[in-house]
């Protein structure tokens, strides 16, 4: 306890383009449940949970010790997409927690272990099936960081860091984006893709978050997402919903559109499908669409195993019965109920939210990342997200308690007090 906060090999040798480590200037050295350690031995409150790979907490101790455990019996660690009773398991688990009891009829894909690489094998399969190029994307869109993904993603900064033009991708708008979408939300898209003159090729596939996380906490109401899912299957479009972020109980049920009552052709999952932390990723497409040649979606990471062990273990425990999703959306009303009231003390503030995933969102952009930058100065990790980096966005694992939750939204609403009551301005 009590070194010297040191960065020099971070500063000396890191590259400029870590991005989380200048919010959080501290260095972390353990982890349990809500909760991270620095080498001081301060405590932080994670209301962040590895932008939603953490759902389950740090270091979920039932997951731990079935890891341990496999890894002390020798399990396969490195498995390419060899059959391993690890994934047998894993296969198991996902019929019998997660299609069946829904009813869902998906073959199963193990891309690499990462949300873009399954957004990437998602985008080549629904062109390949259709044999169209363009994708439908959204405004404020995240899906990755690689070629593919960055073109149906928004924000200008990251987009601009692609170096190359990104193409066959056309944004619309997503839900709310445009003032008066009450009316006839998708107006302009049916029109266009109804009018071969339009200069909108037919796309192969619409790409869509039901809530946009990186975007702003922007959510699509189930009705929106509804008659999106119409729209497309109306002319063939494939529906693929990027459950990356939103999946994996984010917002209550399991997937985030089941709330929208959709049935996607194309769903990504990875970030907390693998439960401990673990990179791993899916790709479940309907089996019609499976036209995969062997190996043609390849990738060296995509049999970690351990991930495997750790996902099927998380499946069984928290997906066998519905009191994770349950205690998700009553968690979620009590962090709804704190920031309508905060919201409602402050001007120029307001939430937005679903689940356990919710923002604070500020009239004045920089005042989010102050109050961010407060609340870690008083051991809360928050980040912002939103265009602007106007939206502070809230994001604790699901196994959180409510007295924890409690305990940083308390902190939170220090910080927006200490900011909005222009300390820090
Ligand atoms: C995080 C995220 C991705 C990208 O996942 P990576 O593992 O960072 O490649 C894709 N889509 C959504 C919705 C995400 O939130």
């Given at each position: 306890?009590?070194?010297?906060?040191?960065?020099?090999?971070?500063?000396?040798?890191?590259s400029?383009?870590?991005?989380?480590?200048?919010?959080?200037?501290?260095?972390?050295?353990?982890?349990?449940?809500?909760?991270?350690?620095?080498?001081?031995?301060?405590d932080?409150?994670?209301?962040?949970?590895?932008?939603?790979?953490?759902?389950?907490?740090?270091?979920?101790?039932?997951?731990?010790?079935?890891?341990?455990?496999?890894?002390?019996?020798?399990?396969?660690?490195?498995?390419?997409?060899?059959?391993?009773?690890?994934?047998?398991?894993?296969?198991?688990?996902?019929?019998?927690?997660?299609?069946?009891?829904?009813?869902?009829?998906?073959?199963?894909?193990?891309?690499?272990?990462?949300?873009?690489?399954?957004?990437?094998?998602?985008?080549k399969?629904?062109?390949?099936?259709?044999?169209?190029?363009t994708?439908?994307?959204?405004?404020?869109?995240?899906?990755?960081?690689?070629?593919?993904?960055?073109?149906?993603?928004?924000?200008?900064?990251?987009?601009?860091?692609?170096?190359?033009?990104?193409?066959?991708?056309?944004?619309m708008?997503?839900?709310?984006?445009?003032?008066?979408?009450?009316?006839?939300?998708?107006?302009?898209?049916?029109?266009?893709?109804?009018?071969?003159?339009?200069?909108?090729?037919?796309?192969?596939?619409?790409?869509?978050?039901?809530?946009?996380?990186?975007?702003?906490?922007?959510?699509?109401r189930?009705?929106?997402?509804?008659?999106l899912?119409?729209?497309?299957?109306?002319?063939?479009?494939?529906?693929?919903?990027?459950?990356?972020?939103?999946?994996?109980?984010?917002?209550?049920?399991?997937?985030?559109?089941?709330?929208?009552?959709?049935?996607?052709?194309?769903?990504?999952?990875?970030?907390?499908?693998?439960?401990?932390?673990?990179?791993?990723?899916?790709?479940?497409?309907?089996?019609?669409?499976?036209?995969?040649?062997?190996?043609?979606?390849?990738?060296?990471?995509?049999?970690?195993?351990?991930?495997?062990?750790?996902?099927?273990?998380?499946?069984?425990?928290?997906?066998?019965?519905?009191?994770?999703?349950?205690?998700?959306?009553?968690?979620?009303?009590?962090?709804?109920?704190?920031?309508?009231?905060?919201?409602?003390?402050?001007?120029?503030?307001?939430?937005?939210?679903?689940?356990?995933?919710?923002?604070?969102?500020?009239?004045?952009?920089?005042?989010?990342?102050?109050?961010?930058?407060?609340?870690?100065?008083?051991?809360?990790?928050?980040?912002t997200?939103?265009?602007?980096?106007?939206?502070?966005?809230?994001?604790?694992?699901?196994?959180?308690?409510?007295?924890?939750?409690?305990?940083?939204?308390?902190?939170?609403?220090?910080?927006?007090?200490?900011?909005?009551?222009?300390?820090?301005?």
């Open positions: 306890m009590m070194t010297t906060l040191d960065m020099t090999i971070f500063e000396e040798l890191e400029n383009v870590r991005g989380y480590c200048r919010a959080w200037p501290t260095v972390f050295d353990s982890a349990s449940g809500a909760w991270l350690r620095d080498e001081e031995g301060r932080y409150l994670d209301f962040f949970a590895g932008a939603g790979a953490l759902n389950y907490g740090h270091n979920n101790p039932v997951l731990k010790q079935a890891l341990v455990d496999y890894i002390m019996a020798d399990g396969i660690t490195h498995g390419l997409d060899m059959s391993t009773v690890a994934k047998r398991r894993l296969l198991e688990t996902i019929q019998r927690t997660i299609l069946a009891p829904r009813d869902l009829d998906y073959k199963v894909q193990f891309p690499g272990p990462t949300g873009a690489n399954a957004v990437e094998a998602a985008l399969l629904a062109r390949k099936v259709t044999g169209r190029t994708i439908l994307n959204f405004t404020n869109a995240f899906h990755g960081m690689t070629l593919g993904a960055l073109a149906v993603t928004g924000n200008a900064a990251k987009r601009a860091g692609a170096g190359v033009p990104l193409l066959h991708a056309t944004p708008p997503y839900d709310g984006y445009l003032p008066d979408a009450d009316e006839d939300p998708f107006l302009w898209m049916e029109t266009i893709l109804d009018d071969a003159s339009s200069g909108v090729d037919k796309p192969a596939a619409v790409i869509v978050e039901t809530v946009q996380g990186e975007g702003g906490v922007n959510i699509a189930p009705e929106w997402l509804r008659s899912a119409h729209l497309c299957a109306a002319r063939e479009i494939l529906l693929i919903v990027d459950d990356v972020q939103m999946g994996c109980g984010r917002t209550g049920p399991f997937f985030s559109f089941e709330a929208a009552d959709i049935t996607p052709d194309i769903v990504t999952l990875s970030k907390s499908i693998g439960g401990y932390g673990l990179p791993m990723a899916l790709v479940l497409m309907k089996p019609e669409l499976d036209q995969w040649a062997p190996g043609e979606h390849n990738g060296t990471f995509r049999g970690n195993n351990p991930a495997f062990v750790t996902a099927q273990v998380a499946l069984d425990h928290y997906w066998s019965d519905t009191l994770l999703a349950a205690s998700t959306m009553a968690k979620g009303e009590l962090v709804h109920r704190n920031l309508i009231e905060l919201s409602s003390a402050y001007p120029g503030l307001s939430t937005r939210g679903r689940g356990l995933v919710h923002g604070l969102v500020f009239e004045e952009p920089s005042q989010a990342g102050k109050v961010c930058q407060v609340a870690f100065e008083h051991g809360l990790l928050t980040e997200s939103g265009a602007c980096d106007e939206v502070v966005k809230l994001l604790p694992p699901l196994t959180i308690t409510d007295s924890e939750l409690e305990h940083g939204l308390g902190i939170l609403a220090e910080s927006v007090a200490t900011v909005c009551d222009g300390v820090l301005k």
